[in-house]
Each structure stands twice: as C-alpha cells, then as structure tokens.
C-alpha cells in the first residue's frame, strides 16, 4: 500500500474511533466520493458517477446478479476459468429463475473458443460472465473480442477484473460490458475491504422493475485509503518483463511445472513442483525473505479439478518490484529446492523491499540481495484442455472441508 494511503486509513481509523462514524461518513460523502468517482471514471473509462462502492468485487456481483430477471427459456454462459464465489452466484440464480448455465469451451492452447461464440450466440443468451484475468492463472481474456461478439444481441456482459484493473489497461467502454467488477486492493494497492462495480444504463435497467438493491458500502476510513491509493502514480513499468523472467526461471527448474495456458500473460505466475508441494515452498521462499502464495484447485472449479492440480505457487509482480527482485526469486527458488525439508517453517514476520537496482554495468548480470519479491493470493489452475459447453453442476461444501466441491444436478429439463 503507498505510504499516503497507509495514512489516510490509519488517520480515519483513529478518527472514527473517537469521534464515531459520522464525521467520517461525513467526509466521505462530501469531499472524498467525488474525487473516487472522477478516479474510478479514468481509471475505467466509465462516465463519472456510475461507480457503486462495495466490501469487495465477489459482494458487489453477488448483490447485483441475482436480481435478475431470467426465467426457463434463458441461457447464462460462463468459462472455465470462472472463480467460486461468482460462479455460486449463477448456479444459485440458475436454479431460481430454472435457466441454463452453458460453460464456453477452450481451444486446445488454453484459450476461450472464440469461433464457438460467435457461432453460438443468439438471443436466448441473456448474460455472459468472464473473468478478464482469473484468479488461478496469468492468462489475459480477449474481453474487448468478446465484448464485440456480443454487442448485436440483447445479452448483458458482465466482467471480473479484479485481477486484471491496475496491472493491466481496463476500459469498459472499450470492452463493451454492462457489469464491470473490481477490488481495491491487489494491483490497486488500497486496502482490502474495499471493491467497486460499474453499472451500465442498460444494466440499471433490467434491475430496475426488481429495485436496485446496491451493495453493503464499505468502511469509510476504507474508501479514504482508496482514493488516496489511486492518487498515486503508478510506474506501467517493467512488470510484464520481469513477470517474463520469473516464468523462466521457473521453466528452467528442474521438476517445476509452468501454468499458464493461452497465447497472452501477465504479471501473474502460477506453478507447482512434482516433489515438494505448494504449502512447503512457499513457506521455504518466504523463509529465504520472498512472499508468494499458495492456491488450490478448488478456487477455479471448472478448470482446475480434473487436471491433478490441488495446489500451485502464486508470483504477482507489481510494477514497483525491480529486477533485483526477479533475480532474488530465482536465486530463492534454487535455494528452497536444493534444501527441500530443511527451513521451511519460518516465516518472517515482515519482509523489506528491494533498494533501487543499480544499472547494470557492461550488460552484466543483474546483483541479487536479499529482497522481497511481493505476491497476492487467488485460485490455482494447471494444464489447458478442451471443456465441454454443458450444464454446469451445483457446487456445495462438503463435511469437514472448507473448499467447494461440484456435484451432478439435472438441469431444469431434466437432462444431466
């Protein structure tokens, strides 16, 4: 988080604190939303004002979508690389209004089948929902392609950008979306409890005979810290380069296993190791003074299970890391696995960033301190494949586990 966000939500944090939430809310409200939303409006390509705030990008889907009004002869698609809490949402609308949920299929190279939409759009598509980066991979969705093969027809386009907004150009205007939800956090850098959607007038407009129930809003010191985030520069750096080196560096490594299915990546790299497992190298990078995070298959249900993929390694490179940083990955990465079993318990309590990277002098190779190489937390995935379009089965908790599982549901015409 940049040090003046940092300030703003302790500063607030301590002022509601003693002085109660309306003069907090107070501030918000007049001063700070207007400047969020002009922020917003840039940072999305959105008019002003057409931004909802929101606990998070899951809560503000999850409040707006069910309100839909779909019924029997309607058809929702969706993609393999959907995340769980929004996929619940559409197999939980699903079953009320007793419509179909249809899964895009990939191409053999990891990406969305392209050709299968145009050929199979009609006007019984009443809303698509696609991730534009998905929490599990660094593959980037062709969301503006999407957004044109959808505009003739009458279907609502809702993208997740969580993953994507900050370290990538996000334009919903460009995209063609009437739902476009993100975080504040992650790319951003605000703090964690806070997420936003922009709501197209087409988009009010279904929701209008329903009533437009807007999210839970947010904590107030939470969308000072934002707005004071997004205030701050960001360098559109070197951060899809030094993604490259650590996806090298990790094809490189003897035993590692690269997961990025499709043509375009970003600054997100996902893998796994055929003998030490995903919880114990991340312990073992983070003992060596390198934050990652580990995934699970089941934050990704329809792509990741099936695969042999319960657990991976997650790198996000920001733009504020440097070179020095991919090197001290690499060197880390080498280290946990030459001393598999040995010091992999310790986690630093805090973890310093790398200090400038010097030029390298002569082309030389690039010095590697000991720096920390920050990361963000999401799904994993593993492997790219063909997924049938079929009927998506009804996720639900098994006893005793705390990740989704799927099982066989009939469709609401009896068929499986």
């Known amino acids: 988080m940049p040090a003046a966000a940092r300030a703003q939500l302790t500063e607030w944090t301590r002022h509601e604190d003693r002085h109660g939430p309306y ?15 002009a922020r917003l409006a840039a ?10 705030l929101a606990t998070g990008a899951a809560d503000a889907f999850a409040a707006l979508v069910p309100r839909l009004a779909l019924g029997p002869g ?24 007793r419509c179909r949920l249809e899964v895009v299929p990939l191409r053999p190279d990891g990406d969305l089948d392209l050709e299968w939409m145009a050929a199979h759009i009609d006007d019984d598509v009443a809303l ?8 599990g991979c660094g593959i980037v969705t062709p969301v503006e392609d999407i957004g044109r093969i959808l505009a003739p027809h009458r279907c609502l386009y809702a993208v997740d950008a969580s993953y994507a907004v900050g370290q990538l ?9 009437q739902l476009l939800t993100g975080d504040g956090w992650r790319f951003l850098r605000g703090p964690e409890s806070v997420g936003f959607a922009y709501l197209a007038p087409e988009l009010r407009q279904a929701l209008a005979p329903c009533g437009t ?13 934002l707005n004071a985030a997004l205030a701050v520069p960001q360098d559109a750096g070197p951060a899809g380069g030094l993604a490259a080196v650590v996806r090298t560096a990790v094809q490189e490594t003897p035993g590692a296993e690269l997961i990025a299915p499709g043509r375009v990546q970003c600054g997100i790299v996902t893998f796994r190791h055929a003998e030490m497992p995903a919880g114990s190298l991340r312990r073992a990078l983070a003992a060596r003074g390198v934050v990652v995070g580990k995934t699970v298959a089941q934050q990704t249900p329809l792509y990741s299970p099936g695969r042999k993929a319960t657990a991976a390694v997650r790198v996000s490179v920001h733009h504020d890391n440097s070179a020095w940083d991919a090197a001290r990955f690499t060197e880390a990465l080498r280290e946990a696995l030459a001393g598999r079993g040995r010091g992999c318990h310790a986690v630093p309590t805090a973890v310093r960033a ?13 010095a590697a301190p000991a720096a920390g190489l920050r990361a963000v937390c999401a799904g994993s995935a593993a492997g790219a494949g063909a997924v049938p379009a079929a009927g998506v089965p009804r996720p639900r908790r098994t006893a005793g586990r705390r990740h989704l599982a799927l099982v066989s549901a009939p469709a609401p015409d009896g068929t499986a």
């Open 213 to 225: 129930a807007l999210p839970a809003p947010p904590e107030g010191a939470s969308v000072v810290a």
């Open 74 to 97: 309607d058809r929702i698609w969706t993609t393999p690389y959907e995340g769980v809490a929004n996929l619940t949402v559409l197999t939980a609308l699903r079953d009320r209004a």
């Open 128 to 135: 698509v929902s696609v991730a534009h980066v998905p929490a």
């Open 169 to 177: 150009p996000v334009d919903a205007g460009r995209i063609g979306c």
């Open 354 to 366: 790398a200090p400038p990277a010097p030029a390298a002098a002569g082309g030389g190779a690039v």
């Open 43 to 52: 940072l999305l390509g959105t008019p002003a004002g057409d931004t909802v």
């Open 23 to 37: 003069e907090v809310d107070e501030h918000v409200h007049h001063v700070v939303r207007p400047e969020l939303d």
